[in-house]
């Protein structure tokens, strides 16, 4: 089957060959994939995806690469769960979380792209990869490319947190840190990217790497006995996995593998990073750049690429886009962890804040399903939280110490209090 | 001064990343442009003269928008980089 029919430019609709290109010639617009749907319609089933591999390849008829996976075989089809403890404390009895705190190989969502990203580098001949990054797809692409055997460049901000500096370098990639913010390190890259044929994937193989991201969307309306939530809430960086994710809902309704599609699609940013917000609240139709100043570094782009068609979706959705202080953002790393037991980065308590912001407004109805997308893991991002985790008891290897301990603690008032 | 210019545009100037142009301000210096690689404004700019949403223009590594956008001023120490504005995330 061939379901790829090339490429074509989302704004001026001219068409390209499917190759490691992302911009239009003429009006700079993205290039998207453009599928052969006809054909993928004919052999893709609900029963196909459910024999497949447990792994966004269960999906492969609706990703962007021609033969078989050869990078991130075991990526995707993370946990997902009804979050009863948080729902409870938020009116909800239809909240979900999905869980890409445990994704494979690095723990983030950006597995996801990285596996589509390096299958397709490697179709089109390519021995380098290389990305921009905040943190966690630099991690992805380092690990990946070693598991590959590709020759690796990823360049980040030098303030990174430690946990993903060192989750590059353990990988053995060319890490460069570069002095500069998120937008600084991605300008840099587009001007190395014209100059070396290397396979950069969120720049020239973008329209594929992209991709990876609807697989969210795909795994949720199958965990959710294919129907589309009402609600989703996505944490807004570039806007890309936003947008995805929409399109993600909408293939499996024009595909007939849900019904109709009304999923509400909600963005979630940083105060210290919030362009896209506020073009959302202030009825722009385009985006003012920022200088972003959040804990939540893996959402600091001040000058993202899909910001346009983020604030579009979630318009045209009927969905609302917040931003909650950085305080706001601890509170809800801690609200999540100590509710439902997992640890996730910033980005997770953006996501939790802003759910219980758009919660307290009365958004959403008890009765109506809930998914909060859970990007990336809190041990990547240690620094942004230990000012508020407390200390361990510091005791002698005595039971008399540890009475002494528990005397002055609370933690038995709080038993009773349960 | 040196202005970079982006893959999808070198078709207009002969292959060459980086072109010698000149100009008071970033509209005079595309139009400086124009002169030299036509066709190259209709590329950077819609029907109504505003830049594209899907570029972006740097003037000494800092994006014009943080300045005054097309009329910000330009010397001919200046490095002026032409950059997409689709990428990375």
């Not at chain 1, 029963?47 to 447990?54: A, N, S, T, V």
């Not at chain 1, 729902?87 to 950006?110: E, H, M, P, Q, W």
């Not at chain 1, 997992?342 to 912001?357: D, P, R, S």
């Amino acid at each position: 089957m061939n379901k790829m029919k090339g490429l074509v430019c989302k704004e001026c609709k001219k068409a390209y060959p499917a190759e490691a290109i992302h911009v239009c010639e003429f009006c700079f617009g993205p290039l998207e994939v453009a599928y052969n749907y006809d054909a993928i319609r004919s052999v893709i089933s609900k029963e196909k995806i459910q024999q497949g591999p447990k792994s966004l390849w269960r999906y492969k008829d609706l990703l962007p690469i021609e033969g078989e996976p050869t990078a991130g075989l075991n990526a995707g089809f993370t946990p997902m769960i009804h979050a009863k403890n948080l729902g409870r404390i938020l009116g909800l009895d239809r909240l979900y979380l999905k869980n890409d705190t445990v994704n494979c190989l690095t723990l983030s969502f950006k597995d996801r792209v990285v596996a589509v990203a390096l299958t397709r580098a490697k179709e089109l001949g390519f021995d380098t990869v290389a990305c921009a990054s905040t943190g966690n797809l630099a991690n992805s692409v380092s690990a990946h490319a070693a598991e590959s055997g590709l020759r690796c460049f990823v360049f980040i901000p030098s303030d990174l947190e430690a946990g993903k500096i060192l989750g590059n370098l353990v990988y053995k990639p060319n890490v460069v840190a570069v002095e500069g913010n998120y937008d600084d390190v991605n300008r840099l890259c587009s001007e190395v990217a014209g100059e070396y044929p290397w396979a950069f994937v969120n720049i020239n193989i973008r329209p594929y790497y992209s991709e990876g991201s609807k697989t969210l969307a795909y795994e949720t309306m199958e965990y959710l006995d294919w129907q589309a939530p009402d609600h989703v809430v996505v944490p807004i960086a570039s806007g890309s996995l936003l947008t995805k994710i929409y399109k993600g809902f909408h293939e499996f309704e024009s595909l007939g593998l849900v019904g109709p599609v009304v999923t509400k699609i909600h963005g979630a940013q940083a105060e210290g990073c919030s362009p896209v917000a506020e073009a959302f609240k202030e009825k722009r139709d385009f985006i003012k750049p920022v200088k972003p100043k959040t804990i939540a570094k893996s959402l600091a782009i001040g000058n993202p690429a899909d910001g346009f068609y983020a604030v579009k979706v979630a318009r045209e959705s009927g969905g609302l886009i917040e931003s909650v202080s950085d305080e706001a953002v601890v509170q809800g790393m801690m609200l999540l962890a100590q509710k439902e037991g997992i640890f996730a980065e910033t980005a997770g308590g953006v996501t939790i804040a802003v759910l219980k912001k758009l919660a307290e407004q009365g958004v959403f109805k008890r009765d109506e399903s809930v998914v909060a997308y859970i990007t990336g893991n809190g041990l990547k991002t240690q620094e942004a939280i230990a000012p508020s985790v407390g200390a361990p008891w510091l005791i002698q290897p005595s039971l008399m110490s540890f009475q002494e301990a528990l005397k002055k603690s609370d933690a038995l008032k709080e038993e009773g209090d349960r | 001064m040196k202005v970079r210019i982006p893959t999808p545009l070198r078709k207009l100037t002969d292959g060459q990343g980086e072109v010698l142009a000149e100009g008071k301000d970033v509209a005079d210096l595309i139009e400086a442009l124009e002169r030299t690689y036509p066709g190259i404004k209709g590329r950077l700019c819609d029907e109504q003269g505003a830049l594209r949403r899907f570029v972006n223009i740097y003037i000494n590594e800092e994006d014009i928008r943080f300045h005054e956008g097309l009329q910000t001023p330009v010397k001919s120490s200046d490095e002026v980089s032409i950059i997409p504005a689709i990428a990375g995330g």
